[in-house]
């Protein structure tokens, strides 16, 4: 089955810097991925639609000068949050669609667990 | 705005008991998915409902989708521990996801 991948699983770092998540498609290629946040016990909010090769679509709210997106080829996105504030903390999720596949369906990577302190 | 909401958001059922969660919708949609998250992970796809009527099974859990009434159902049959977890229903093909179900299975 598709598989995503995300990179890191987890990361800690200090107010004032910059994360730097990998999204990868590992067995299929996706022109287009996704980015969600979850905060604790809440559901999955979308952020972006990444498009290989073109700018990325943001939701409303969704500060794109904070989060940039990146989909430099069709197995590669990646999100840097810029400047993170302890707000920022939160589960970061990314999912693919399978060009290949049907257009249904979105396989979702394991998360990234980003705390700022 | 699209919103779903689900119903319950938290569900304490004993095993062997039968329930369903139920995920409403605002807007025209033939498309439905139901997925699963434990905690600290990632989303597990469960179903992928396409057309109005639509009904799939898989082991205790059957999801239905009613695109007239803007309704989707999952429904468990005989509950068992391990389907404690929580449940999302999602919505179009730039996924709006609802509230979540926590499911909690007791002994």
């Known amino acids: 089955g598709a598989v995503v991948s995300q990179h890191p699983s987890w990361v800690i770092c200090k107010s004032g810097t910059s994360v730097k998540i990998e999204c990868r498609s590992l067995d299929f290629q996706a022109t287009t991925m996704f980015w969600y946040r979850q905060f604790p016990k809440q559901s999955l909010m979308l952020m972006a639609t990444?498009?290989?090769?073109?700018?990325?679509?943001?939701e409303q709210g969704v500060e794109k000068d904070k989060f940039l997106i990146n989909h430099a080829s069709l197995t590669l996105s990646t999100l840097t949050v810029t400047s993170a504030h302890p707000e920022d903390s939160s589960f970061y999720i990314c999912?693919?669609?399978?060009?290949?596949?049907?257009?249904?369906?979105?396989?979702f990577g394991p998360g990234t667990r980003l705390t700022v302190l | 705005e699209l919103k779903v909401e689900q119903n319950p958001l938290f569900l304490s059922m004993q095993e062997g008991k039968n329930y369903t969660i139920y995920c409403n919708y605002s807007?025209?949609?033939?498309?439905l998915y139901w997925y699963r998250q434990d905690p600290g992970k990632s989303l597990e796809s469960l179903f992928v409902l396409l057309s109005n009527g639509a009904v799939k099974q898989e082991g205790r859990l059957m999801a239905s989708l009613d695109t007239k009434a803007r309704l989707s159902t999952l429904h468990i049959t005989a509950a068992v521990h391990d389907l404690s977890a929580t449940y999302f229903c999602a919505v179009e093909g730039k996924l709006t996801f609802g509230t979540g179900t926590r499911l909690q299975v007791t002994l």
């Open positions: 999912s693919a669609r399978d060009l290949a596949g049907g257009p249904y369906e979105q396989f």
């Open positions: 807007t025209t949609s033939d498309r």
């Open positions: 990444s498009n290989e090769g073109s700018k990325a679509t943001y």
